[in-house]
T-cell receptor, first 112, second 114 residues
Framework: GEDVEQSLFLSVREGDSSVINCTYT??????LYWYKQEPGAGLQLLTYIFSNMDMKQDQRLTVLLNKKDKHLSLRIADTQTGDSAIYFCAEIPDTGRRALTFGSGTRLQVQP | GAGVSQTPSNKVTEKGKYVELRCDPI?????LYWYRQSLGQGPEFLIY????????DSGLPNDRFFAVRPEGSVSTLKIQRTERGDSAVYLCASSIGGTGYEQYFGPGTRLTVT
């Protein structure tokens, strides 16, 4: 079945880079996503990558995909206190379904 | 432009009561999704509409849950005979078409069943 796993917590200092990791089990995944959730708020779509890509860069965000190992990462350069939030990895399988399958989220804490 | 909106933002109800949660998608988005997020977890899929019809309702936990989208825009999630285990944040998302590759979420409705 589908399963997406993430580590629970990451703490970094302001100005450092953050790397949030995710593993997934469904080899048929077509799109893989990163969402950000701030306290009491909905989910903000940050970026996504198609499964035939290895890397995608968008300003301070870099997504790396290792399809062989089913490993996805999100790197945030020059992390700011405003980046403190929960980050969710999600995927859509290539089964015709449109339902996102989410991990449990990684809480990023940025210390000044 | 306006994002996905959901009402109410908070709903407290007693066990056994009926509730309705409303979602207004981004204008022009034909696909609409409902998810449920329990504390400390990622969202879990409930149901997906393409236009007026439910294209995939495989995530609905039981027959107490039902959703409609009669005119292909606003959707209502209906929960009958609520139970304490239904307490969660109910999230709605929409996407521009049936591909669902960019789903945009609303702020959610926090449902508390006492």
């Amino acid at each position: 079945g589908e399963d997406v796993e993430q580590s629970l917590f990451l703490s970094v200092r302001e100005g450092d880079s953050s790397v949030i990791n995710c593993t997934y089990t469904d080899s048929s995944s077509t799109y893989l996503y990163w969402y950000k959730q701030e306290p009491g708020a909905g989910l903000q779509l940050l970026t996504y990558i198609f499964s035939n890509m290895d890397m995608k860069q968008d300003q301070r965000l870099t997504v790396l995909l290792n399809k062989k190992d089913k490993h996805l990462s999100l790197r945030i350069a020059d992390t700011q206190t405003g980046d403190s939030a929960i980050y969710f990895c999600a995927e859509i399988p290539d089964t015709g379904r449109r339902a996102l399958t989410f991990g449990s989220g990684t809480r990023l804490q940025v210390q000044p | 432009g306006a994002g996905v909106s959901q009402t109410p933002s908070n709903k407290v109800t007693e066990k056994g009561k009926y509730v309705e949660l409303r979602c207004d998608p981004i204008s022009g988005h034909t696909a609409l999704y409902w998810y449920r997020q329990s504390l400390g977890q990622g969202p879990e899929f409930l149901i997906y509409f393409q236009g007026t019809g439910a294209a995939d309702d495989s995530g609905l936990p039981n027959d107490r849950f039902f959703a409609v989208r009669p005119e292909g825009s606003v959707s209502t999630l209906k929960i009958q005979r609520t139970e304490r285990g239904d307490s969660a944040v109910y999230l709605c998302a929409s996407s521009i078409g049936g591909t669902g590759y960019e789903q945009y979420f609303g702020p959610g409705t926090r449902l508390t069943v006492t």
